[in-house]
């Protein structure tokens, strides 16, 4: 499959029809392992990665159901297919940064791929629609196992799996939700929410995971620790947590209606109609915007329009995929000419309809 | 007629149909007259205002063609009705909040009103649509005569005419043409020209004349001297300048569609936009937006709408007539939803015709 047969299409992740699928974006998790025959890869020489690469390559070949796998050599792609693979959440920033031999695996309905010769050998993410942890460690755990069979992966009697960066090593795995929040942001609850999850042991990171700003009230909380919990320990904890947080959200909501319903409509009615008449707009006003006509939706506020479809205008209107979708390259005036040319498009499409 | 029916209508010089209409709104002239008989309005008593009405009223009505003229009692009307008549700029300010016995005749196209008892016992006010100076001083001349044979006015054989404010004192005569001058704001040179008007011996005020603020771009240009020229001196003196402003606004228009056409597009399109989907909204900023939307059109960057539309809008959203319109008083908050219900019907009725 070529990268721009993806372009057109979404993830599975991007259903927006999971479970408290109007909150939770997504369940994902990720596990880091390493093979025991080759150093981690900050010591490998080029031969050593690309005799890594060659393995997994092997590994996966041998997985009966992943015979219409999708693969990219991440190394030979141009920055702009690596910047469309990031936006698309298939591989992270780190692997598109990194130089020498990498790729990706991605299933075609892009609930999971394997990055190779990222931080460790290898990352194996699971990205599930709405929440869904138990549905996403499952098929992590048998993706794992089903590696294990083939490759030998690094592992410590005492320690567990063993990771380049010490703060991965046991479960070599991190949970995480990604949260819409806008009625805690507008509320001003976001931060004390924040500051009782760190003491918590868990970690909050904005849409592109760390180091990354929270964009359009998008925010990923994850396990901090990795060493000490068994993964079912680690998915509890997490699973556990977030019930709480989309409670916080729903009552911010429900006060927000409450107190100022048409302060709040006027808001998400807005929004949605200067997504449909900018003759300009860039990347992350589209975000700002996209976030707040998302709530209108599920609060109501917006009729005629559903959450597929700005799910889908999340990812399509960044940067690289709007390329991809347009077939050419843009500098970014062009792009933001572009993007608000796709909006109005596929907006105004919508609500025609109707 | 009662002043409900004119609400839904509009005034002869909101056509936007006369010379330059996309950018001078209108020509207005008026003239301030005192009967000879009676002292001064800051020295009149009640009974005398009753008699200088009383003697208009007559004047009036001894005019065959003006047989089915319209006439407000102001002092009876309410609060609501006296702000009705100054959106229209039917009244002055001043009239609406005097006190006293005091009235306005106002002919059914209103292209012109004779406000009785205001700063001066009379003033006669003549409104065309564009950039029509001639027409509204042969009108304004020929109403001055007709009330001329059945009144005395107070006259001095060196002075002109003498007036309750010496600035008037001569001709009584202000000529003032509203013009929309967005373009020379947006490109910062409104500060200079208004300058160079002030050193001519030019005012500049606001939509609603002397002391109020420039809103939406909007600016009356007027004579600040009445004496020591003749009526059609002064005519000329207004008329002469108002091309060269014109030609200033059309050159920055030109100048912002060559320099950056897709920012004016990108902004008169979300002003367009917001309009269609605010929940609430206050009179300041849809005179600021539809502001946005008149360049808009006149630049054809919007298409499927029309200056008189527009024009209506400017008129119709404001407090007074929007309540007049709901028929029932509205409180800020509610009015501002109103406004934004009524604007939504109003344009994209239009753009769902097309």
Redesign the interface.
Known sequence: MKLEELADRCGEWLRGSGPQSDIVISSRIRLARNLAAFPFIRRCSEADRQAVDRAFRDAVAAVEEWKDIIFFDVNSLGTLDRQFLVERQLISRELSEASGARSVFVDRHETFSLMINEEDHLRVQVMHSGLDLTAAWEQISAIDDALGKNVSFAFHQRLGYLTACPTNVGTGMRVSVMLHLPALVITQQIEKVFRSLQKMGLAVRGLYGEGSQAMGDFYQISNQITLGSSEVDLVKQVGEVIPVIIDYERQARAFLVKESR??L??RV??A???L??????SSEETLHLLSSVRMGINMGLIQDLEIPTINKLFIHTQPAHLQKLRGITLET?DRN?ER?LYLQTHLRKRTDQN
Chains 1, 2 share one sequence.
């Open positions: 048409k302060d409509h006027d009615s807005r949605f109609g200067i449909c008449t900018a003759q300009t707009i005036a000419v608000a």
